[in-house]
């Protein structure tokens, strides 16, 4: 498999849940992002990992709690979500100057 | 607020016509942007980029122009086709080398309907 592959799809969780989002890229890339699309609102980056290690963090909640065990998987633990946290989570990829390369994204609803 | 906008939200052409997507952006730290496609259910998908050492960047169908004194961006397509419908992301970024090609700053996107 190639690319940037993020598991689940959907997910619905309710706001006392904890869940994890996942993301694998098979394309060697040493730099992994997160990235937030909500309603109506541009795309947002959320974290940026570099040979796993965390070198942004834009403000976000602690709610949202990001893990880089290796330079090819990149997750995203979620833990008492609010609704307006509902969106699209996009993982990206990159090497260098390339451009980044996107997953297909886990559409999130909280309930 | 917003650094980077794209002020339509959508845009219809007619198959073989030229598509004209714009971008304004405030930022003048801002050095090096992008153009992402994105179709429903997918991912953006990177389409072309150019440097503000350029004013112009030409890949196939797709062309893409700078004009860094009035902090704007366009990018044309000629011709467009029914498959070129999708939404269009303007992205840019402060050109500081490794990861930072990777912090991008996006618009709301535009919406590209091109019909046959």
Same mark, same amino acid.
């Given at each position: 498999?190639?690319?940037?592959?993020?598991?689940?799809?959907?997910?619905?969780?309710?706001?006392? !849940?904890?869940? %994890?989002?996942?993301?694998?890229? @098979?394309? +060697? @890339? /040493?730099?992994?992002?997160?990235?937030?699309?909500? *309603?109506?609102?541009?795309?947002?980056?959320?974290?940026?990992? /570099?040979?796993?290690?965390?070198?942004? /963090? !834009?403000?976000?909640? %602690?709610?949202? %709690?990001?893990?880089?065990? /290796?330079?090819? @998987?990149?997750?995203? @633990?979620?833990?008492?979500?609010?609704?307006?946290?509902?969106?699209?989570?996009?993982? *990206?990829? %990159?090497?260098?100057?390339?451009?980044?390369?996107?997953?297909? +994204?886990?559409?999130?609803?909280?309930? | 607020?917003?650094?980077?906008?794209?002020?339509?939200?959508?845009?219809?052409?007619?198959?073989?016509?030229?598509?004209?997507?714009?971008?304004?952006?405030?930022?003048?730290?801002?050095?090096?942007?992008?153009?992402?496609?994105?179709?429903?259910?997918?991912?953006?998908?990177?389409?072309?980029?150019?440097?503000?050492?350029?004013?112009?960047?030409?890949?196939?169908?797709? $062309?893409?122009?700078?004009?860094?004194?009035?902090?704007?961006?366009?990018?044309?397509?000629?011709?467009?086709?029914?498959?070129?419908?999708?939404?269009?992301?303007?992205?840019?970024?402060?050109?500081?080398?490794? $990861?930072?090609?990777?912090?991008?700053?996006?618009?709301?996107? $535009?919406?590209? $309907?091109?019909?046959?």
């Amino acid at each position: 498999e190639t690319g940037v592959t993020q598991t689940p799809r959907h997910l619905v969780m309710g706001m006392t !849940n904890k869940k %994890s989002l996942k993301c694998e890229q @098979h394309l +060697g @890339h /040493n730099a992994m992002y997160w990235y937030k699309q909500s *309603a109506k609102k541009p795309l947002e980056l959320m974290f940026v990992y /570099n040979f796993k290690e965390q070198t942004e /963090n !834009n403000s976000v909640p %602690s709610r949202f %709690s990001p893990e880089c065990p /290796n330079s090819s @998987h990149l997750f995203l @633990h979620l833990h008492t979500l609010q609704p307006e946290d509902s969106a699209l989570y996009l993982c *990206a990829s %990159s090497q260098e100057t390339s451009p980044l390369h996107f997953g297909n +994204g886990t559409r999130l609803t909280v309930t | 607020d917003q650094q980077v906008k794209q002020n339509s939200p959508s845009l219809s052409v007619q198959e073989g016509r030229i598509s004209i997507l714009n971008c304004d952006y405030t930022n003048s730290m801002f050095d090096y942007f992008l153009w992402y496609k994105k179709y429903p259910a997918e991912g953006p998908t990177f389409l072309i980029s150019i440097s503000s050492i350029k004013d112009k960047n030409e890949d196939g169908r797709f $062309t893409v122009f700078l004009n860094k004194s009035a902090k704007h961006l366009s990018l044309h397509i000629v011709p467009s086709q029914p498959g070129d419908s999708a939404v269009y992301f303007c992205a840019a970024t402060p050109n500081a080398g490794g $990861t930072s090609y990777g912090k991008l700053t996006f618009g709301q996107g $535009t919406i590209l $309907t091109v019909h046959p």
